[in-house]
Antibody, heavy 117, light 107 residues
Framework: QVQLVQSGAEVKKPGASVKVSCKVS????????MHWVRQAPGKGLEWMGG????????IYAQKFQGRVTMTEDTSTDTAYMELSSLRSEDTAVYYC??????????WGQGTLVTVSS | DIQMTQSPSSVSASVGDRVTITCRAS??????LAWYQQKPGKAPKLLIY???SLQSGVPSRFSGSGSGTDFTLTISSLQPEDFATYYC?????????FGGGTKVEIK
């Protein structure tokens, strides 16, 4: 079965960038479609972007266009999500999750990113 | 983009109660709907996919129904471990979208 292990919590200043990693085990990254979802404190789930196998492209939510980059290192089976120009509203738990038939069947444990001056 | 609306936003119930949560899509999504359970400090867990298919390992007291725009998640007999927040998610088209969540609280 797929397991996803994410990098640890981060504290960043406004304007900085953060890069969160998601290490896959049980499968290779090339066998999976990886997405990223975030959750602000006390709020709901917000899709950020992910790989669309039908198009063969990574698609980003319009809200994050120009600020987010999702990449994959197939040699280490690790996915990355980098968010730039951080502001306080980006304080959230960031999850990687694998999608199959439209549903997120495996999630990472989450990475708390705190943006504070 | 498709919007997902869940109701109620919270519900108070007792152990043994039947609980029903509804989710409405802003346009038809056939049966492309999933339900998740999230407990505090934990990642969401997939319960139901394709509107009514139970994910492996999920207790049979959970069931899903609906198609098109209107969907329901039913917990037939609420157990202590079921107190959590539940989210629906449309899986019909990009971008995927989640409902706002329903918190099931102890009465």
């Amino acid at each position: 079965q797929v397991q996803l292990v994410q990098s640890g919590a981060e504290v960043k200043k406004p304007g900085a960038s953060v890069k969160v990693s998601c290490k896959v085990s049980g499968y290779t990254l090339t066998e999976l479609s990886m997405h990223w979802v975030r959750q602000a404190p006390g709020k709901g789930l917000e899709w950020m972007g992910g790989f669309d196998p039908e198009d063969g492209e990574t698609i980003y939510a319009q809200k994050f266009q120009g600020r987010v980059t999702m990449t994959e290192d197939t040699s280490t089976d690790t996915a990355y999500m980098e968010l730039s120009s951080l502001r306080s509203e980006d304080t959230a738990v960031y999850y990687c999750a694998t999608i199959g038939s439209g549903s997120y069947y495996t999630w990472g444990q989450g990475t708390l990113v705190t943006v504070s001056s | 983009d498709i919007q997902m609306t869940q109701s109620p936003s919270s519900v108070s119930a007792s152990v043994g109660d039947r609980v029903t949560i509804t989710c409405r899509a802003s346009q038809g999504i056939s049966s492309w709907l999933a339900w998740y359970q999230q407990k505090p400090g934990k990642a969401p867990k997939l319960l139901i996919y394709a509107a009514s298919s139970l994910q492996s390992g999920v207790p049979s007291r959970f069931s899903g129904s609906g198609s098109g725009t209107d969907f329901t998640l039913t917990i037939s007999s609420l157990q202590p471990e079921d107190f959590a927040t539940y989210y629906c998610q449309q899986a019909n088209s990009f971008p995927p979208a989640f409902g706002g969540g329903t918190k099931v609280e102890i009465k």
